[in-house]
């Protein structure tokens, strides 16, 4: 069972009762941060399959364009002259590299703002099947997007923080502290204002309880996502540690 909370308190409070109540253990974990993958640079790879063992063997030969495009997954097109890849293959290439843009090369976050151009490969008239033209758009995919300049993609989200007039320096300080932008600040009336700002998600585990300290419970916040910016490349290279070290267990 996943149980999750609106705070560090909400979760205490269930975790404490689950123990005195029912003798139930919970192991806490942070809630993972939805990271993306993406390009900055336009490379050509071939993705070549080839599996010989006895009677029909399994072939599929694919030249593929990466470039950076805007989407929010892929963009699949081809200009393959001359039946150099048959027609009928074309929905195997393009589920082939659907299926491995799930897995970015860098941390396995899925890869978004891609587009692939199929325009060359070969087959074999007997060999050739639907599976060996997906494996080698997969193998395409592999061998091109590590030299495209692979880059690691954060959540950001807005914040709506309505705090007593005495905190809004606090709070604006703490924005900065979690690599956030203050975008402005309002009156809210009664003694309160309410700070704008845009902080990346991953600094935002325990801020409702950074607010309710700070303001003694008067503050209030909301918190949206609002787009994918670039990751700063120290936090990058945290995000991919992690990762890896997660793939390794």
């Known amino acids: 069972m996943i149980i999750s909370g609106l705070g560090e308190q909400h979760l205490d409070v269930v975790i404490s009762r689950l123990k005195t109540k029912y003798n139930v253990e919970a192991k806490l974990q942070k809630p993972k941060i939805a990271y993306r993958e993406t390009i900055r640079k336009k490379v050509s790879a071939q993705g070549r399959y080839k599996k010989q063992s006895g009677g029909h063997g399994q072939f599929g030969d694919v030249w593929i364009e990466f470039e950076p495009y805007d989407t929010d997954s892929l963009e699949f097109a081809e200009r393959v002259v001359g039946g150099a890849v048959p027609k009928n293959f074309f929905p195997a290439v393009e589920k082939g590299l659907r299926d491995a843009i799930k897995k970015g090369v860098l941390a396995g976050y899925p890869t978004v703002g891609i587009k692939a151009t199929l325009y060359d490969g070969s087959y074999h008239p007997v060999d050739s099947s639907e599976m060996s033209f997906k494996t080698a758009a997969s193998l395409a995919y592999k061998n091109g997007i590590p030299n495209a300049m692979p880059t690691l993609l954060e959540p950001i989200g807005s914040l709506k923080a309505t705090v007593p007039d005495g905190n809004m320096g606090d709070v604006m300080g703490e924005v900065n502290k979690r690599r956030g932008r203050v975008m402005g600040m309002s009156p809210a009336g009664k003694g309160?204002?309410?700070?704008?700002?845009?902080?990346?998600?991953?600094?935002?585990?325990?801020?409702?309880?950074?607010?309710?300290?700070?303001?003694?419970?008067r503050g209030s916040y909301e918190f949206t996502f609002a787009r994918y910016e670039d990751c700063p490349a120290n936090v990058a290279q945290k995000v991919i540690e992690a990762a890896k070290a997660e793939m390794d267990d």
């Open 192 to 217: 309160m204002q309410v700070v704008e700002a845009e902080v990346p998600m991953s600094e935002m585990a325990d801020f409702a309880t950074f607010i309710r300290q700070i303001t003694q419970g």
